[in-house]
């Protein structure tokens, strides 16, 4: 259960068992001929690092850089720049059988539980390929293993034969989980895991990560815009905003003393269900512009309601501890 998950972490852990540093992933506009090449800042410089058993929390709005984050560190995409470290390797530097082993590792589970799965395979089918792309175990052992996967996400084996299209959108996406914990991976990219679903059903989902996590100590990097699931599963957190990270924080910290004007931003967008409770406080003015080359500054400057001039405008705040494990990119 939720509850049981343990929240306070504590900061003298052993070694990261992921560390990213200054990851970056650029993409080229193209441009008149001639013209000065620019580029589409989608991840811009990120650090932060996860520690084994840990989630790890990443949010903002949509387009801030997220998903691709998470597909960098799989490298399911290549980075321009950076490092990524998994287990003390350079996973930017790993090639054949290392990178194999690395992609055993790791895993993800998609935002959509439909799309993710394909139509022409059976469960079965969906649950083998893991196994048989790493060439692990005899067909005996494969169909033990399926069948205790599923067990394990709460599907019986009767569904072996079954196709995606025949089950619910929660059932789905407890193929998914099945499918990404098939090899005993260390650390899953969990990719909006729950939007796509009922509001009944996330619950069931974020339930059932939690008690894997504990049986398979499990490592997530958890992303969404969802800021109570964050909340509600992760042990620190992250917001991310046009490409790079603006405060990190113990969830708990993070939800009761936010100090980035974003952040603040962002939960009092959470909707109260009170008709009469107060209007938001804090909010952002003006649209998310396009995180492109040439600008100087604070990128949260022209919404930022706090914002000073010659100040916030002329010079990119870097991230700096403003108390325990409480990190953020403001220069006020």
Excluded at 58 to 77: F, P, Y
Excluded at 153 to 180: D, K
Excluded at 187 to 198: G, M, N, R, T
Excluded at 218 to 240: G, K
């Amino acid at each position: 259960m939720l509850e049981s998950i343990n929240k306070t972490l504590t900061t003298a852990a052993a070694i990261p068992l992921l560390q990213v540093n200054n990851l970056k992933k650029w993409f080229p506009v193209k441009g008149k001929i001639l013209s000065p090449k620019r580029h589409i800042k989608a991840v811009d410089g990120v650090s932060f690092s996860i520690r084994e058993g840990e989630t790890f929390g990443l949010v903002g709005e949509s387009g801030c850089g997220k998903t691709t984050t998470g597909r960098l560190i799989l490298r399911l995409i290549e980075s321009t720049d950076g490092s990524i470290r998994f287990m003390g390797d350079n996973v930017l530097n790993l090639k054949g059988r290392r990178l194999k082993e690395f992609r055993r590792n790791t895993q993800i589970i998609f935002q959509d539980p439909f799309t993710s799965l394909d139509p022409r395979m059976t469960v079965k089918d969906i649950l083998e390929e893991p196994f048989k792309i790493q060439r692990a175990g005899g067909r005996k052992q494969r169909n033990a293993e399926i069948e205790t996967l599923l067990e394990v996400v709460g599907l019986a084996s009767r569904f072996l034969n079954h196709y995606p299209h025949e089950f619910s959108g929660g059932q789905r996406q407890r193929i998914g989980i099945a499918r990404a914990l098939a090899l005993k991976p260390k650390f899953i990219v969990c990719d909006e895991p729950v939007s796509a679903l009922d509001v009944s059903i996330q619950s069931q989902i974020l339930n059932l990560m939690s008690d894997l996590q504990v049986l398979y100590g499990l490592a997530y990097l958890f992303i969404s815009h969802n800021l109570n699931v964050v909340n509600h599963i992760s042990h620190r957190v992250a917001v991310m905003y046009l490409g790079k990270i603006v405060e990190i924080a113990q969830s708990d910290e993070l939800y009761h003393n936010p100090v980035h004007p974003y952040t603040r931003v962002l939960l009092a967008s959470i909707l109260v269900p009170d008709p009469d409770g107060e209007e938001l406080k804090d909010m952002a003015v003006g649209e998310v512009e396009s995180a492109t080359d040439g600008k100087s500054g604070c990128l949260f400057f022209n919404r930022c309601s706090e914002r000073r001039d010659g100040i916030c405008n002329k010079a990119e705040p870097c991230l700096i501890e403003v108390s325990t494990d409480h990190m953020v990119a403001c220069h006020l």
